[in-house]
């Protein structure tokens, strides 16, 4: 049997959702916990890859079993996991899929947000990115435009991935102002390493007017790391949802 996992987790002490090597992610926790658990090696295929540092409040994994769960089992089973899992991570749901279903290959977008902070807020510490001055958004959201003419977004990519490819379909990006913070909400079919926290870093320079609008563009077209801004600190940085082409039970 195949099973999705809805989960979240707050990134701050893990490397990461995947496992690595002398590093602890949220991958092998919840790997670790359900083999406990269940008495059984469990391998867990999340919906994509998180920084370390970064976030995740809606994030899907799926698995396989020889066991078969009914309600009253799943719901034990949440309860359970929930129980021996740190405070840091949350199980929400897990229910039965067909066999193909895939957590990763099967997601057609994925929203991101980026928190910033304009004034002192001791409340933020921990999820915002502290800036200490007030940036152009208009600017910036005629940067979002340009963002969505483009596919190639190398220019925003850790150097040296196993990627097969850098071509990205950026749906949506907008920055916006909720109450005291600055956000960045961006969605595209699929991300490269490091991507949001890069764009992110360059929009700041183009709203401290450092760069121009033109500027930004070819930074684009450069397809050159080098070219681009520095990447924001992980810390307020939330991977915010998942979308299927199926509903989610």
């Known amino acids: 049997m195949r099973y ?12 990461g959702w995947q496992i690595q090597a002398d590093q602890i992610s949220v991958q092998a926790v919840i790997s670790d916990a359900m083999k406990k658990i269940m008495k059984e090696d469990i391998a867990l295929t999340g919906t994509g890859r998180t920084d370390t540092g970064v976030h995740a409040r809606s994030f899907y994994a799926h698995f396989d079993t020889r066991q078969t769960f009914d309600e009253k089992d799943i719901k034990n089973l949440i309860h359970r996991l929930n129980s021996f899992l740190p405070n840091d991570i949350v199980i929400f749901n897990i229910f039965a899929v067909a066999a193909n279903t895939h957590a990763r290959f099967d997601a057609i977008e994925r929203t991101y947000r980026y928190y910033i902070s304009v004034n002192k807020n001791p409340f933020a510490i921990d ?21 969505k003419r483009h596919r190639d977004f190398s220019s925003f990519s850790k150097s040296h991935t196993d990627t097969k490819t850098n071509n990205c379909i950026i749906i949506h990006a907008f920055w916006k102002q909720e109450k005291n913070l600055l956000v960045f909400e ?15 870093g360059t929009m700041l320079d183009l709203g401290k007017h450092k760069i121009s609008l033109k500027d930004f563009r070819q930074i684009i077209i450069a397809k050159d790391r ?24």
């Open 4 to 15: 999705f996992m809805h989960l979240a987790y707050n990134g701050f002490r893990y490397y």
């Open 127 to 147: 999820t915002s990115y502290r800036i200490f001055f007030h940036p152009d958004i208009d600017l910036m959201n005629q940067a979002c435009e340009e963002l």
């Open 186 to 200: 961006i969605t595209a079919n699929r991300f490269l390493r490091n991507m949001v926290r890069a764009i992110t």
């Open 226 to 249: 080098c070219k681009a801004g520095i990447s924001v600190p992980a810390h307020a940085l939330f991977l915010e949802k998942i979308s299927y082409p199926f509903n989610l039970s």
